[in-house]
DNA sequence: GCTAGTTAATTTCCTGTGCAACTAATTTTG
DNA sequence: CAAAATTAGTTGCACAGGAAATTAACTAGC
């Protein structure tokens, strides 16, 4: 009912006009600024796929993430997961306290360096990985299910060349 | 001094091995995984490109967005913002008072409808995006700066489809 | 071996934002 | 035309998350 008149709404202005190229008045056209039309995708897939995990699995973003993290690779620390995922410290730490109290990962105090923890999978973590793996990646599927194998690639491959530019942006500014 | 390790860590592991194709097993390559590797992505140039207005035009990227969407638009209602960028009612209620406040942006009652209040730049508010929209172009140039033309165009194209995707699979689920 | 500095993780404080309840204006229905 | 339903925008509340202070474990310098 009241979504009609917001699905059309959406990127409805600015049917074709001056199609390619910024503009050089002083004007912006947010859908053709990649900053915000990235981030309002982003934003929008993400939201849409954390209903899959919050509504059915009690799991925000922050701790999906590190259970993804460590179903990969099985040994992990906070400080490690901060650097993977650009996550703040503050999150992982908060995401891990959680994981701990359903039982989903256990965490012990490094031997080598007993400020660090280690971060496991428990068979709980691991069990409810076994659900909801699969159920993320059919989801992804739908979601690029009209792109073809090239564009997903090509989209991929576009993504590390922003992300390495981005590193180079940053070392500057 | 800090930034080295965390550099490298970014996207380190994983390598080169199983180079395409989502894995089957019971764990998931979160950098395989589109809808991470996006929001990561726009995250982190979502929050770069906030520093250039938080730091030095105290804009939030809400205010920022009302802003240049009135720069396209010279009269637009919260609603059709809403509708425009899927933002929050609150958030843009809250954005609009304090460009207001500010007064970077003017609201009257709309005459035909005395619930809704047209919003307009202001010249404060005019003079302000005469500054930042050319640095917001210029940051943007620099990250797509390695892109070839065909892959920032195929990069919207893909996006479009993603987002009509995005719509189809919201309807259903 | 003790002091100063560093580092991993936690905690505190505070801001922003989503949700839901609300207010006020408008439209619809009977 | 009055009552009910809808709609634009605001506000209250709760919570997530970032910055900075804090704690605890480690390292370096003397």
Redesign the pocket.
């Known amino acids: 009912?009241?979504t009609e008149e917001e699905r059309q709404a959406g990127l409805a202005m600015e049917g074709d006009e001056d199609l390619a190229g910024p503009p050089t008045k002083q004007e912006l056209d947010l859908n053709q600024f990649l900053p915000y039309r990235l981030n309002s995708l982003a934003?929008r897939i993400s939201?849409a796929l954390a209903e899959l995990y919050e509504e059915r699995y009690q799991l925000?973003?922050?701790q999906w993430r590190i259970l993804a993290w460590l179903s990969h690779c099985d040994e992990l620390?906070?400080?490690?997961?901060?650097a993977y995922t650009y996550?703040?410290?503050?999150?992982?730490?908060?995401?891990?306290?959680g994981l701990e109290e359903r039982g989903l990962i256990s965490?012990t105090?490094?031997p080598?360096?007993?400020?660090?923890?280690d971060?496991h999978l428990t068979a709980a973590g691991r069990k409810l990985l076994t659900k909801l793996i699969p159920e993320a990646q059919a989801w992804e599927a739908e979601l690029v299910a009209t792109l073809t194998a090239g564009e997903y690639r090509d989209l991929l491959n576009v993504m590390r060349k922003l992300e390495r530019q981005l590193e180079r942006i940053g070392e500057k500014g």
Chains 1, 2 share one sequence.
């Open positions: 009912m009241n934003d939201q925000n973003i922050a620390t906070a400080k490690k997961i901060c996550m703040d410290k503050a999150r992982v730490s908060r995401a891990i306290q965490r105090p490094a080598e360096d007993q400020r660090q923890q971060l």
